[in-house]
C-alpha cells in the first residue's frame, strides 16, 4: 500500500516517522518471503497514538513488524502499512541485575551483551534470530529456559486504550510460546531481571546450545524457525519426520531434511508455495496421527 498524499507525508514527517516506499517484506523476514509496501520508522515511542490516529483517519490499515523471524508475509502488493520500531542507541541498559532492553533490539546481540556484563539465565535463546520485543510477545524459549521468567517490567503501546502503559511481571501470563499480551499490543521495551553468573560459565552454556542447535537445526537456510507449535506431549518435527516428509517441497518451499518442523526456503518460494506446504504436512499428520498441528509462525495473509 502506498502513502502518497502528501498531507499525509508531511504530517509523518512531522512525527520523525521515516517513510520507506515499496520496501521488499521478502527483505526484511527470515524466509526471504513477503511481498511490497510502505514502510514506517518510528523513531519516537510518545509518537504512536498519533501516528495510529493518522493511519486510522486517514483508513490506511497497519501491520506491526519485529525482526520478521517468525512470519510468512503474503506475495505481491500488500493491502496494508508496515510499522516499524527504530532501535534506540544504547538498546540495553544495565543496572545491576536489571537490563533494560530496547523491543527493537537483537536478540542474540542482548544475550551476549548481558554475557559480558555476567548476567546469564538466557543462554538458551542464543542463536534464535529475531527481535527482543518478538521473543516476548510469544515467549520465547529453548532448552527448557523462556524469557518470560525474567521479565520484570514491559512497556507497551495498548491496543485498548491507545495508550503507552507499564506493565509488571507478574501482571502477564507466560505460557509455552504464548503470553496474555493482545495481538495489537505494541512491545516497546522491557526490563530483565537476570541472575549473576561468571562470563566463563555462560559462555560454556552458550557453546553448548550453539553446538545442539547446529547438530540439529538447519542454520543458515532461510526459515521462519518451527512452523508448528508442539502438541502436547509431542515433538511436531518428530511427527513429521516419521511419515517420511523430510525435503517434501511445493516449489521452492521444502521440508527442511535436518529438522522436519522447520520449512526452508531454498531459492524463490513464494509465500503461496509455503502456505501449500504447510496445508499438506498438516493434512498429512492429521490423517496419520490425528493431531491437527497449530501455526507457530505467524501468518500475514492479504
Ligand atoms: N526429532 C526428529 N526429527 C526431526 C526433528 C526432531 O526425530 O526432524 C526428534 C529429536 O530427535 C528429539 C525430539 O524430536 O528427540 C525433539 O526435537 P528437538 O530437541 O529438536 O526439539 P523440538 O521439540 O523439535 C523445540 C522447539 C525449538 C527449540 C528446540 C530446542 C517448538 C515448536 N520447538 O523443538 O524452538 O529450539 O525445542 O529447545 O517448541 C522455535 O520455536 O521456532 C524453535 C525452533
Redesign the pocket.
Known amino acids: 500500500m502506498r502513502v502518497n498524499d502528501p498531507k499525509i507525508v508531511a504530517s509523518l514527517a512531522e512525527l520523525g516517522v521515516e517513510l520507506r516506499p515499496e520496501t521488499k517484506l521478502s527483505e526484511l523476514t527470515s524466509l526471504g518471503i513477503g511481498g511490497t509496501t510502505d514502510l514506517l520508522r518510528i523513531k519516537k515511542h510518545e509518537t504512536i497514538p498519533d501516528l495510529l490516529n493518522l493511519l486510522d483517519a486517514n483508513h490506511i490499515p497497519h501491520k506491526f513488524l519485529g525482526g520478521g523471524s517468525?512470519l510468512l508475509v503474503s506475495d505481491g502488493e500488500l493491502p496494508w502499512v508496515v510499522l516499524q520500531l527504530a532501535p534506540p542507541d544504547p538498546d540495553v541498559i544495565i543496572e545491576g541485575n536489571l537490563a533494560r532492553v530496547a523491543a527493537a533490539a537483537d536478540l542474540g546481540r542482548t544475550v551476549t551483551y548481558c554475557a559480558k556484563q555476567d548476567l546469564g539465565g538466557m543462554e538458551?535463546l542464543i542463536g534464535?534470530p529475531g527481535t527482543v520485543g518478538g521473543a516476548l510477545r510469544m515467549n520465547?524459549?529453548?532448552?527448557?529456559m523462556q524469557i518470560g521468567t525474567y521479565v520484570r517490567e514491559v512497556d507497551l503501546f495498548r491496543a485498548a486504550t491507545r495508550k503507552i502503559e507499564k506493565v509488571r511481571g507478574h501482571q502477564i501470563s507466560f505460557e509455552?510460546?504464548h503470553t496474555s499480551f493482545a495481538p495489537d499490543d505494541m512491545m516497546l521495551a522491557v526490563t530483565l531481571e537476570l541472575p549473576s553468573k561468571p562470563y566463563n560459565e555462560i559462555l560454556k552454556g552458550i557453546r553448548i546450545c550453539n553446538e545442539?542447535?547446529r547438530s540439529?537445526?538447519p542454520l543458515g537456510q532461510k526459515s521462519?524457525?518451527?512452523i508448528?507449535?508442539?502438541p502436547p506431549g509431542a515433538?511436531?518435527?518428530?511427527l513429521?519426520?516419521?511419515l517420511g516428509l523430510?525435503g517434501l517441497s511445493v516449489g521452492d518451499a521444502q521440508v527442511?531434511d535436518?529438522?522436519?518442523?522447520?520449512f526452508v526456503n531454498t531459492g524463490h518460494a513464494s509465500a503461496k508455495d509455503m502456505l501449500a506446504l504447510i496445508t499438506d504436512v498438516r493434512e498429512r499428520v492429521e490423517k496419520s496421527y490425528g493431531v491437527a498441528l497449530e501455526n507457530?509462525v505467524v501468518v500475514w495473509n492479504a
Do not use: L
Open positions: 517468525n538458551g534464535v520465547a524459549g529453548a532448552y527448557g509455552y510460546r545442539k542447535r540439529s537445526q521462519a524457525g518451527c508448528f507449535r508442539n515433538s511436531a518435527g518428530r513429521i519426520d516419521e523430510k527442511s535436518r529438522h522436519a518442523n522447520f507457530e
